[in-house]
C-alpha cells in the first residue's frame, strides 16, 4: 500500500518561497501511469488542487496557481516536491501530497503551512 508523508517548514514569510516535499513508500513514482498531486485547504474553506506531477515527470498546473507553483521530483528519493514562489497569508492552508490527478487514492496526512511575517 503505497504511503506519502509531507515535510517542510511550518513557517513561511510573505514573499519569499514555500517548499514541501513528498515522500512515498510502498511503490514507485515513476510507475506507469500513476499521477501525485499536491492538494491545500485553506483555514475554513474547501480543498484546492495546485498541480501534479506524472509518472514520466510531466506536470499539469492549477490555472489561477501556475504563474507561482512548480512541482519538480527525485526519483532516487522517491520524493516529489512542491514550490509556491511569492506567498502571502492568503497561502497560510494545510498542504496535502497525494497519489492521483484527479481522483486521490492515498494521501499524506498534511502539514500545517503559516504565511507571516
Known amino acids: 500500500q503505497v504511503q506519502l508523508q509531507e515535510s517542510g517548514p511550518g513557517l513561511v514569510k510573505p514573499s519569499q518561497t514555500l517548499s514541501l516535499t513528498c515522500t512515498v513508500s510502498?511503490?514507485?513514482?515513476?510507475?506507469?501511469?500513476?499521477?501525485w498531486s499536491w492538494i491545500r485547504q485553506p483555514p475554513g474553506k474547501g480543498l484546492e488542487w495546485m498541480g501534479v506531477?506524472?509518472?514520466?515527470?510531466?506536470?499539469y498546473y492549477s490555472p489561477s496557481l501556475k504563474s507561482r507553483t512548480s512541482i519538480s521530483r527525485d526519483t532516487s528519493k522517491n520524493q516529489f516536491s512542491l514550490q509556491l514562489s511569492s506567498v502571502t497569508p492568503e497561502d497560510t492552508a494545510v498542504y496535502y501530497c497525494?497519489?492521483?490527478?484527479?481522483?486521490?487514492?492515498?494521501w499524506g496526512q498534511g502539514t500545517q503551512v503559516t504565511v507571516s511575517s
Open positions: 497525494a497519489r492521483g490527478a484527479t481522483m486521490w487514492h492515498s
Open positions: 510502498g511503490g514507485s513514482i515513476t510507475t506507469s501511469y500513476y499521477a
Open positions: 506531477i506524472a509518472y514520466d515527470g510531466s506536470t
